[in-house]
């Protein structure tokens, strides 16, 4: 099967531009539905989100999918880190 398939395959096949796009698309409704929900990690969503998390994880790589929730966590951690070194930075002055 190809390269976004959850069956083993001999060899997998680079994503195609397509394939990224469609990945991409995903993961953002998936994470628009997340925070609507107030969720920051994926998978602690309970029974809400289940369309977007399903059409999620069918269009792209399971690595992609490990990337991008943790890139989700680390993204809000380094924008909290920035509002407070903004907030000092402020108090300093």
Known sequence: MGW????????ASAATRDDR???????DLYFDCLDRAGVLKAGEEGNVCTKE????????AKSWIDYFNKRRIL???????????????????
């Open 4 to 11: 976004f398939s959850s069956q083993k395959a001999e060899q």
């Open 75 to 93: 993204a809000v951690q380094q924008k909290d880190m920035l509002a407070q070194a903004r907030s000092q930075a402020r108090g300093v002055k």
């Open 21 to 27: 796009q469609r990945c991409w698309e995903n993961r």
């Open 53 to 60: 998390k399903r059409a999620y994880e069918t269009n792209c």
